[in-house]
């Protein structure tokens, strides 16, 4: 079965600096890859995704994941920080045709 | 970019009566639905998978009685919590599957049910 693992439940960031959510999946072949952000009494918003080609991957916001298969992992990176960055933000792997499996998030703060 | 509408935004009903919540995918089809469930500060539980014109197949444990879900077309699917009790008072949020070429899973905006 598939599963996602994000290590971290809340990290905090000066505003300006860089980040890097971790993100460690388990699937027996390539999966599609997803990153989502959530604010606060709100739905889902992609940032990228990957299915295959270029192992790096740009998003909205600034944004982008590196895929790399022999660690299994799919971190999100962004160079600099802006508090309105602060929010929960979400790992999801499937296979083609099945339901999104989410990571438990993690809630990224930012200080000034 | 794809989008899916869901409505309503927050729902406040008494305990026993029935809430409908409606999922539409704006412009693209949706073949396959799904809906979530979220606690707070948790992450989206799963509770089903909607597939046009045909029956809904739900997670282990979710009571299919409870929380009838309806697809009739490709761009329209329902979550109706029926006699609704204050432990059903969640945030629900649905999700729409876009197909080849564009694939990926649009979210809707999310339903704060309460209810007293």
């Known amino acids: 079965a598939q599963s996602v693992t994000q290590p971290d439940i809340h990290i905090t960031v000066s505003e300006g600096a860089s980040l890097e959510l971790r993100c460690n999946y388990s699937?027996?072949?390539?999966?599609?890859l997803f990153w989502y952000v959530q604010s606060p009494g709100q739905g889902l918003q992609l940032l990228l995704k990957?299915?295959?080609?270029?192992?790096l991957v740009q998003g909205i916001k600034g944004f982008e994941a590196e895929f790399k298969r022999s660690q299994s992992s799919f971190n999100l990176r962004k160079p600099s920080v802006h508090w309105s960055d602060a929010a929960e933000y979400f790992c999801a792997v499937a296979a083609e045709n099945t339901p999104l499996v989410f990571g438990k998030g993690t809630r990224l703060s930012v200080i000034a | 970019g794809a989008v899916v509408s869901q409505h309503p935004s927050w729902v406040i009903c008494k305990s026993g009566t029935s809430v409908k919540i409606e999922c539409r995918s704006l412009d693209f089809q949706a073949t396959t639905m799904f809906w979530y469930r979220q606690f707070p500060k948790q992450s989206l539980m799963l509770m089903a998978t909607s597939n046009e014109g045909s029956k809904a197949t739900y997670e282990q444990g979710v009571e299919k009685d409870k929380f009838l879900i309806n697809h009739a077309s490709l761009t329209l699917s329902t979550l109706t919590v029926t006699s609704a009790h204050p432990e059903d008072s969640s945030f629900y949020i649905c999700?729409?599957?876009?197909?080849?070429?564009?694939?990926?899973?649009?979210f809707g905006s999310g339903t704060r049910l309460t209810v007293v």
């Open positions: 699937y027996g072949a390539t999966p599609y």
């Open positions: 999700s729409a599957r876009e197909d080849l070429p564009n694939y990926g899973y649009t």
């Open positions: 990957y299915f295959s080609g270029d192992t």
